[in-house]
Every structure is written in C-alpha cells, then in structure tokens.
C-alpha cells in the first residue's frame, strides 16, 4: 500500500541540469531539473478572478520514451512513442529555483533512482487535473495535456498475463519501467495486486472517457477497454470477496476494499462513477462501483450526526479496515465518493454516512487541528498537507451538491481557507500567481517549501473546485487568519497532577494500528488512582471527556472516572474488544465514551481503577460547543460553532455587520440573523456567521 507520497516520501540527491521556466510553460527537457521560479514562498493571497495557475505543474511535466516492454502499451504507441508525466518531487533551491527530483537514492552511472522519476499514481491524478480544467474552461492545451497523461497512465496498466489490469508503480528517467523499487512498496512486484494506484488509474480512465466520449470516440473506446481491464482485475482479487466480512477487534468490517482501504477504493468510485454516468449500460462498472461504495458505507456511521459525533471517531468514514483507531486526512475522499455514487447509482442511502462525516467530523476538524495527516485516535501526526486538505474539501462540495446543503457547502468555504493562511504556519500555502502549493506544514508551523506532484495536484483539484463554487471561494479567501480555536484538545495521562499509578513508556510508541500521543501511558491497578487537570472552554461550558485506553481482548479492566470533587460521577469505563482478526495486534488503543459531560467550573478529572488494570494514554476534551474564529482582509470575519450534545445548546456567535445562519446535524438551514445573536444550536448541529 502507499499512503500519501508527500507525507512519506524518501529524499534524494539529485543529478542537476538548468531550464527556464516561463509562466505557462510548456512541456521541458528530460532529467532532474533546477528551473527559475517567481518565488517559492507565496505572499498572502488577495481574491482573484480566477485561482487555478497550472505553470507550476506545466514545469514539472517531462518527456520520455520507453523501451519496447512485454505487457506494456499504450494508444497509438507506435505513431506516438513519447509520454508525458509529471516528476514526482520538486524541492525549493536557492535563487526562487526548483530542482525536479526522483524517489529513492540516485544512481549517478545509470540516471536511475531507487523508486523512479515518474509514479502512476501521480500520472492519472494530473491527468484528471487537466480534464476538469479543460471541462471547467474549454482549455485546448489542457485537453492535449490530459490526452497525453492518459496514454501515459494506460502504460503502466499491465495488459496481459496473471496480472493483467493491474498497474506498475514507478517508472525511471529514461522510460524503464521499475516494479520492485527501493523502498520497497506493497504489493512487490508493484503490479501484483491490486493497488492505490489500480484505484487512481480506474480515477482517471472514469473522467477521461466521460470526457473524451463525444469528442474523440476512438480514444474513449480505448479509456473504455483499460477501465473494463482494470475492473477484471478488481474483480479477480477484491471485489471476489464481495458480501464477506472480517472482524477488527471485535467490530465487522468489509472484506471486499481495495487494499482493505477505504480511501483507496473512494478514488476508484470517483473514476466508476463518472464512466457510469457516461456509461449506464457496462454492467460490471456499475456492479464495482454499487460494491465498493457499499464497502465504504460500512467504514462510516449510518447514524444522525447528532448522535454519532457522541463517540469516537466522532461521524468520521474510518479509511483503513485494519485499524478502529486511525483517521488520516490524506485520501480521505470517501464521502466525495458516496456522494457521487448516491447520485448515480440512485442510492440515497449511501449518502447519509457522508452527510454525517462532513457536518460531524469536518466540523470537528475545522474547530480543532484542522486537515491533519493523523488521528491514532488522539491526533498524533498534525502535519497538514494539500492532500488532506484537498480530499477534506472535494469530500464537502460533493456531499453539500449531492445534499443540497447550505450548511455543509459554508463548511467547504472554511476548510479551504487552510490553503489562504487558516493553518499551522499562518500563512498562505498556494501562490495563485505561481501556482505552486507548497508540499505541507510541519506541527511547528514550518513550511516545507518543496512543490511536488502530488502537492500541486491536489492544490490545483482544490483551485478547480473553488472557480466553480464562487461563494466558497470567497468565503475560503476571506478566513484566512486564526483569531481563536476552542475544539478537541489533549490531556496526556502520563501528565497527571497526581497518580498512584505507573507511567510506562513502550520501545515503540506505535503498534501498526494506534499511536500513544505522548509516547508515553499511565498503568493503575485496583484502587489506584489518577487526577488530571482539565482545560477550560473559552466560554466556560460543558465539556466530554474521552479517555484513551489501552482495551484488551477477553478481559475488561473497569474504572470509575469522576469530575472535580470526586463526588461527581461522569461514568464507568469497561475497556475490552472483541477478537483480533485482521488487526495488527489484539487489542486497541481507543476512546471510551463517558455518560456525563464534565460541568463548565470543574478544572480537574479523577479516576479510580476498580477491577484489573486500567492503562490510560490520554484524555480528548471536546466541548460541547467548539468554535473557531477566522479573519481576513478588510473587515472579514468568519465564526464556526459546533454542538456536540444530544440536546439544543445556547451560544453566542457573530459579531455586528455579521449575517448568522443555523443549520441542523444534515446541514439543512434552519434561521438566518444579522448582529450578535444568543442563539440555540440544534442537537448535533452548527452556525456559521459571516461579514
């Protein structure tokens, strides 16, 4: 499996050459390159009247033309032997230069690098860029640009033998092929299974026939005839298991998921669901996307957004069938790919998990951490990149089009603002003048200057969107500084103001499936004891108190947890799951959910162990009504308030000259006022007010 290849991605030297960049670009001589730049550090963004720049990813294309390959072809090969892709990773250099570079160490004799110049997963991923910017603008250079992407994506689709449909991932310099790269990346051979990359590559082929379809029938007969090879292969190994389940710590998940990935197979529907839209009759395309979109459903909540952001994962659509305890925000496009699917399939039942992750989650994101890679459950990783950002994003405008939601569409205009100055460093992270997008945001505000494929593709993905919802855009452009967040936060258990318990610190802080937040966890025994100091709201209200524990399986140490006096009970904890099955390790790292909120006033939590050991990693304290605050140019002034109660809660929100809308927990608008207003936020729901 791949995750994000920005996140993860194996730095190299690089071999150096020179060319120009101009803005608009076009396509640029093969081998790593240094290029001229305006500059790789954005200024703060101003409105624009249109934001989508695609020179920065016109520079990053490049030329190749692969020896003859058993198993390997493409349309028109023979009359068009040359392919375009994108290379992978572009780091900032001296001088507002960038400097085009490959995965894995560099083989300075041979020109190849340990992974390769090109991946397919970028490949099809820029390729769907083109298609929406040419549908969006009518744009000849980005229909040729998408046409060339798309013969270069069928290259590396294996067309023959027991792999047939499958896809390799990396490709060298000089066109070769590489399927065992260095690092090693599951499935080995690369096109041994199935993969992300099968999923990206059914991504584009979806968009490419829907839009070649009537311009260019030949080529789409061909994007057809690879989308229905790759679907064979589908077939063959995933979706084989169809209607199978298998078991997560005790909780059945889908056994038929690319990868056992929800996020993989969201990118899959994506292309299923554009092709079926184009193609109504392809059976077996239609039977792929109704399973896989069911698959997905099951990773989520089919319940209100009221009642699941109760718990954890709080209404978020769970992206790995391995793990109860991980979110990342990287390809988490799965309520994007339910939406859609809803709409085309005539399934409206697979669109109430995504309406439940995007008013629930989105919402708790966007008063909290934001886009970040990782929650295991705490959140553990807070680097934030485009890719989390970008699938954040699609995932709300599909959900808020397929819903007709107001609300949910106001949340898509907040989650865009991270890419306007709303995120760790404070400043803008796309250059609309450049187009570039930097590659992320470290926990401590740092940029990462460098602007690799995936980071421009999926900043562009988000630009694209943005020219087409005029109101998001505005709204994302003028939230562009953090005023205050008051959202979920951390209490780490080994930090307790007193303890007669044990603070053990494993060798590893990561078990495959969960992450101790503090690297560190606190052990008490029968009748030891723990207190732990609380943060305040900013409003002094209520708040939930999740403690994270360590659950076993078979046996289920219980606790009694209490608010400041110790005689105000919040609840009982009985930490077990059930079997291990396709987890990692037995047992889970989880949130417990405790039946009382902990009363504004209180400043501290206790818990006593009442029966074997109870080990604690950390608390979440969420409070019932979570808020951000966002300003920007001018007088703009944005303000998000969420409720997490089961019932309607009383909160002050906007400020004069603001107009305040309220919205239920499906994001249906509810009451429109202008001013500072005391308003009553409906069970699960939330408020948005602008000026």
């Given at each position: 499996?791949?995750?994000?290849?920005?996140?993860?991605?194996?730095?190299?030297?690089?071999?150096?050459?020179?060319?120009?960049?101009?803005?608009?670009?076009?396509?640029?001589?093969?081998?790593?390159?240094?290029?001229?730049?305006?500059?790789?550090?954005?200024?703060?963004?101003?409105?624009?009247?249109?934001?989508?720049?695609?020179?920065?990813?016109?520079?990053?294309?490049?030329?190749?033309?692969?020896?003859?390959?058993?198993?390997?072809?493409?349309?028109?090969?023979?009359?068009?032997?040359?392919?375009?892709?994108?290379?992978?990773?572009?780091?900032?250099?001296?001088?507002?230069?960038?400097?085009?570079?490959?995965?894995?160490?560099?083989?300075?004799?041979?020109?190849?690098?340990?992974?390769?110049?090109?991946?397919?997963?970028?490949?099809?991923?820029?390729a769907v860029v083109y298609l929406r910017d040419w549908k969006q603008t009518g744009s000849a250079s980005s229909r040729e640009k998408a046409y060339e992407l798309l013969r270069s994506t069928a290259y590396f689709q294996t067309t023959s033998g027991p792999d047939a449909g499958n896809v390799v991932l990396w490709m060298q310099p000089d066109g070769t092929l590489?399927?065992?790269?260095?690092?090693?990346?599951?499935?080995?051979p690369s096109d041994s299974g199935n993969s992300y990359w099968l999923a990206r590559t059914l991504w584009a082929y979806g968009e490419g026939y829907a839009a070649f379809k009537s311009t260019d029938p030949a080529f789409a007969s061909f994007l057809q005839d690879r989308l229905q090879l790759g679907v064979r292969a589908l077939e063959r190994s995933t979706l084989?298991?169809?209607?199978?389940?298998?078991?997560?710590?005790?909780?059945?998940?889908?056994?038929?998921?690319?990868?056992?990935s929800a996020g993989a197979s969201a990118e899959a529907v994506l292309g299923l669901a554009a092709y079926s839209k184009a193609a109504p009759h392809d059976r077996p395309a239609r039977s792929a996307l109704s399973e896989l979109s069911e698959g997905i459903a099951a990773m989520g909540s089919s319940r209100s957004a009221a009642v699941a952001v109760q718990k954890?994962?709080?209404?978020?659509?769970?992206?790995?069938?391995?793990?109860?305890?991980?979110?990342?925000?990287?390809?988490?496009?799965?309520?994007?790919?339910?939406?859609?699917?809803?709409?085309?399939?005539?399934?409206?039942?697979?669109?109430?998990?995504?309406?439940?992750?995007?008013?629930?989650?989105?919402?708790?994101?966007?008063?909290?951490?934001?886009?970040?890679?990782?929650?295991?459950?705490?959140?553990?990783?807070?680097?934030?990149?485009?890719?989390?950002?970008?699938?954040?994003?699609?995932?709300?405008?599909?959900?808020?089009?397929?819903?007709?939601?107001?609300?949910?569409?106001?949340?898509?205009?907040?989650?865009?603002?991270?890419?306007?100055?709303?995120?760790?460093?404070?400043?803008?992270?796309?250059?609309?003048?450049?187009?570039?997008?930097?590659?992320?945001?470290?926990?401590?505000?740092?940029?990462?200057?460098?602007?690799?494929?995936?980071?421009?593709?999926?900043?562009?993905?988000?630009?694209?969107?943005?020219?087409?919802?005029?109101?998001?855009?505005?709204?994302?452009?003028?939230?562009?500084?953090?005023?205050?967040?008051?959202?979920?936060?951390?209490?780490?258990?080994?930090?307790?103001?007193?303890?007669?318990?044990?603070?053990?610190?494993?060798?590893?802080?990561?078990?495959?499936?969960?992450?101790?937040?503090?690297?560190?966890?606190?052990?008490?025994?029968?009748?030891?004891?723990?207190?732990?100091?609380?943060?305040?709201?900013?409003?002094?209200?209520?708040?939930?108190?999740?403690?994270?524990?360590?659950?076993?399986?078979?046996?289920?140490?219980?606790?009694?947890?209490?608010?400041?006096?110790?005689?105000?009970?919040?609840?009982?904890?009985?930490?077990?799951?059930?079997?291990?099955?396709?987890?990692?390790?037995?047992?889970?790292?989880?949130?417990?959910?405790?039946?009382?909120?902990?009363?504004?006033?209180?400043?501290?939590?206790?818990?006593?162990?009442?029966?074997?050991?109870?080990?604690?990693?950390?608390?979440?304290?969420?409070?019932?009504?979570?808020?951000?605050?966002?300003?920007?140019?001018?007088?703009?002034?944005?303000?998000?308030?969420?409720?997490?109660?089961?019932?309607?809660?009383?909160?002050?929100?906007?400020?004069?000259?603001?107009?305040?809308?309220?919205?239920?927990?499906?994001?249906?608008?509810?009451?429109?006022?202008?001013?500072?207003?005391?308003?009553?936020?409906?069970?699960?729901?939330?408020?948005?007010?602008?000026?």
């Amino acid at each position: 499996m791949t995750a994000s290849r920005t996140t993860f991605r194996i730095r190299a030297l690089a071999a150096i050459g020179t060319v120009a960049l101009a803005a608009g670009a076009g396509l640029t001589a093969a081998s790593p390159a240094i290029a001229s730049a305006p500059d790789p550090r954005p200024a703060a963004s101003t409105p624009t009247a249109r934001l989508t720049n695609l020179a920065h990813l016109d520079y990053l294309l490049d030329q190749t033309t692969p020896p003859a390959t058993a198993g390997h072809t493409t349309y028109a090969l023979d009359s068009q032997p040359t392919l375009t892709m994108p290379w992978v990773y572009a780091d900032a250099r001296p001088g507002n230069t960038f400097e085009r570079v490959g995965g894995g160490p560099l083989d300075p004799a041979t020109g190849h690098w340990g992974q390769g110049s090109y991946d397919s997963d970028d490949v099809s991923r820029a390729a769907v860029v083109y298609l929406r910017d040419w549908k969006q603008t009518g744009s000849a250079s980005s229909r040729e640009k998408a046409y060339e992407l798309l013969r270069s994506t069928a290259y590396f689709q294996t067309t023959s033998g027991p792999d047939a449909g499958n896809v390799v991932l990396w490709m060298q310099p000089d066109g070769t092929l590489n399927p065992s790269p260095v690092p090693v990346e599951l499935p080995n051979p690369s096109d041994s299974g199935n993969s992300y990359w099968l999923a990206r590559t059914l991504w584009a082929y979806g968009e490419g026939y829907a839009a070649f379809k009537s311009t260019d029938p030949a080529f789409a007969s061909f994007l057809q005839d690879r989308l229905q090879l790759g679907v064979r292969a589908l077939e063959r190994s995933t979706l084989a298991s169809y209607g199978r389940y298998g078991v997560a710590d005790g909780t059945r998940v889908p056994s038929w998921l690319i990868v056992g990935s929800a996020g993989a197979s969201a990118e899959a529907v994506l292309g299923l669901a554009a092709y079926s839209k184009a193609a109504p009759h392809d059976r077996p395309a239609r039977s792929a996307l109704s399973e896989l979109s069911e698959g997905i459903a099951a990773m989520g909540s089919s319940r209100s957004a009221a009642v699941a952001v109760q718990k954890w994962p709080y209404g978020a659509i769970l992206p790995e069938t391995k793990s109860r305890s991980q979110f990342h925000s990287w390809a988490s496009q799965m309520p994007a790919a339910l939406a859609e699917a809803s709409v085309v399939l005539k399934k409206p039942s697979l669109l109430q998990p995504a309406v439940t992750d995007s008013v629930a989650f989105s919402s708790t994101l966007l008063t909290s951490t934001g886009p970040i890679n990782g929650f295991s459950p705490a959140p553990t990783d807070t680097t934030q990149i485009a890719y989390g950002a970008d699938s954040r994003l699609q995932s709300l405008l599909a959900t808020a089009d397929a819903a007709h939601s107001p609300g949910i569409e106001q949340l898509a205009g907040l989650m865009a603002s991270w890419y306007f100055g709303n995120n760790t460093s404070g400043k803008p992270t796309y250059d609309p003048a450049t187009g570039v997008t930097f590659d992320g945001v470290q926990p401590t505000g740092s940029v990462n200057t460098g602007s690799g494929a995936e980071s421009t593709i999926h900043g562009l993905l988000s630009m694209i969107a943005l020219d087409a919802h005029p109101r998001v855009s505005a709204l994302a452009q003028s939230a562009s500084t953090v005023v205050s967040r008051d959202g979920l936060s951390v209490v780490e258990a080994e930090k307790a103001t007193a303890t007669t318990g044990t603070v053990v610190t494993p060798t590893s802080a990561s078990d495959g499936e969960s992450q101790l937040s503090g690297g560190s966890e606190l052990a008490l025994d029968r009748g030891e004891t723990a207190t732990f100091a609380v943060p305040a709201t900013a409003s002094g209200g209520a708040r939930h108190i999740d403690p994270v524990i360590a659950m076993p399986t078979g046996s289920a140490p219980v606790a009694l947890w209490t608010g400041s006096t110790k005689r105000t009970p919040l609840g009982v904890t009985r930490a077990t799951v059930g079997a291990q099955g396709v987890t990692p390790v037995p047992g889970a790292l989880l949130p417990a959910s405790l039946l009382l909120p902990l009363r504004g006033s209180a400043t501290s939590v206790s818990v006593r162990a009442l029966s074997g050991t109870t080990t604690v990693d950390a608390l979440l304290v969420r409070p019932l009504v979570s808020r951000v605050v966002l300003s920007g140019a001018g007088d703009n002034r944005s303000e998000l308030v969420q409720s997490t109660s089961l019932l309607p809660q009383r909160a002050t929100i906007g400020s004069r000259g603001s107009t305040v809308r309220t919205y239920d927990d499906k994001g249906r608008l509810k009451q429109t006022l202008t001013g500072e207003r005391s308003i009553y936020l409906p069970a699960g729901g939330f408020a948005v007010a602008t000026r």
